[in-house]
């Protein structure tokens, strides 16, 4: 229970902060406010969604390649989270949804490839002390 | 290392005495091998009882409540509780693994990672179990990559 909150956790903190920046652009750009509930309720929302991705994506149960596709397609709802919150102001042209996926693809895929790099690296040293035992067996 | 055997006609036990500069990692290794050695564990298969000798075993797993030892081919139940295993089998090559395993660390072939960053261990009999990142730091303490 203690490594889902925590999941969650640090998926609202990222979430809050993503959300924060695109808010500012706005600000910036077009000189619109926010309440802060409604973003604080869609970012607690959102982060669920990524919560729900990043243990599906380290599951260790199950096809790892299935994992990693389920947790791509369950972090696709808090686009609609987005949209819900900001509207016409980012969304007014609707290829600007395909924009956000693709910006999402993009993120996911460095996570997963720092992910594995991790792996790789943790894997490849395993694998140098179990000969190194090996070795000294023989 | 020095390995010295004496026989003797007229002794009922085999008897092993470590002399050493001072215990060791290696000598507290080579002690659990002994103690290994020496060591059964009762299980049963198709009610008819076993004792199996431990450094035969691949991997301990606990499914629905039942634990069962996976020898390279046969697959046996045991009575005991998975942590009383791992308790019982302290200080040897058997560490846990994951929630439901209990490993057997020289009977392991291979490491290899998953597509999500899983950590998966190929053993010699060509099964595959998953390396919980929960328990990696123990299996690389074991594999003499961390020290205690």
Redesign the interface.
């Known amino acids: 229970m203690k490594r889902y909150f925590l999941t969650y956790v640090k998926a609202f903190f990222i979430t809050n902060l993503f959300l924060i920046l695109l808010q500012a652009g706005i600000v910036r750009r077009l000189n619109i406010r926010y309440d802060y509930l409604p973003i604080i309720i869609g970012a607690m929302i959102i982060a669920i969604f990524l919560g729900l991705g990043s243990i599906i994506f380290k599951r260790e149960k199950g096809a790892s390649w299935l994992n990693l596709i389920l947790g791509f397609i369950v972090i696709l709802p808090s686009l609609f989270v987005i949209k819900f919150l900001f509207g016409i102001i980012i969304f007014r042209f609707s290829f600007v949804i395909y924009l956000f996926v693709i910006f999402m693809a993009i993120v996911y895929s460095i996570l997963v490839f720092f992910a594995t790099k991790k792996a790789r690296a943790e894997v490849k040293e395993m694998n140098e002390l179990l000969n190194k035992e090996k070795n000294k067996e023989e | 290392m020095k390995i010295v055997i004496e026989e003797i006609r007229n002794i009922d036990e085999t008897e092993v005495i470590i002399k050493c500069k001072e215990i060791d990692d290696e000598v507290k290794k080579l002690e659990a091998q002994f103690k290994l050695m020496d060591t059964k564990i009762l299980a049963k298969k198709e009610d008819r009882s076993f004792a199996l000798i431990p450094s035969e075993i691949y991997y301990f797993e606990s499914i629905d409540n039942k634990v069962f030892a996976y020898l390279q081919k046969e697959v046996y139940e045991v009575t005991n509780k998975l942590y009383e295993l791992e308790e019982f089998l302290k200080n040897s090559t058997f560490l846990r693994v994951?929630k439901n395993t209990v490993l057997n660390a020289s009977k392991?072939h291979?490491?290899?990672?998953?597509?999500?960053?899983?950590?998966e261990a190929t053993l010699k009999n060509k099964e595959v179990i998953?390396i919980?990142?929960t328990y990696?730091s123990g299996?690389?303490m074991m594999?003499?990559?961390l020290k205690k």
């Open positions: 994951n392991i291979h490491f290899k990672s998953t597509m999500n960053g899983r950590m998953v919980s990142r990696v299996l690389k594999l003499g990559g």
